[in-house]
């Protein structure tokens, strides 16, 4: 493998590849804590990351029980890819209009209230509207929805 290429293609590199472990410092400035995880594993389970530590009296790695994992997910700003968001429902915007609003309004309420980009925001009133939750009305100066 070209040590040059790998940044630029570890792309290519994750396709081509049955199953792949990921090996990375724990902390930049000790090199003795090390995080494994599994990145890929096509014919098989994948595996929780683990810590593990280099034993100077035995010479080799060995599973460092005691490490937290959640608290340094927290500390490097990983969010949980695994858990699914809950599916956010018509009725559940329909909800949200207390009282009639604008278009910009209610996506800014929609993305604040369920973390979500614009476009989902988006979507999700013109689901809302199709099933009849929500009422879509034009003004002269605005569209505006209210609850059904």
């Not at 090996?23 to 014919?43: F, Q, R, S």
């Not at 009296?57 to 809950?86: A, T």
Request: with cysteine; hydrophobic share 35%.
């Amino acid at each position: 493998m070209e040590r040059q290429s790998f940044g630029r293609n570890s792309k290519n590199l994750f396709n081509w590849c049955r199953s792949q472990i990921n090996i990375a410092p724990a902390d930049p400035d000790e090199d003795t804590l090390l995080i494994v995880t599994c990145g890929k594993n096509n014919n098989g389970r994948m595996f929780e990351p683990i810590a593990i530590e280099f034993s100077e009296s035995r010479g080799l790695y060995v599973i460092n029980h005691n490490f937290d994992m959640e608290e340094y997910k927290q500390s490097m700003g990983i969010k949980e890819s695994g858990k699914r968001k809950p599916e956010i429902l018509p009725s559940d915007i329909a909800q949200i209009l207390w009282q009639p609003m604008t278009w910009g309004k209610l996506v800014t309420e929609i993305r604040t209230k369920y973390d979500c980009t614009e476009s989902k925001a988006t979507r999700l009133i013109a689901k809302a509207a199709e099933v009849g939750h929500v009422i879509k009305e034009s003004t002269a100066t605005a569209v505006m929805y209210k609850r059904k």
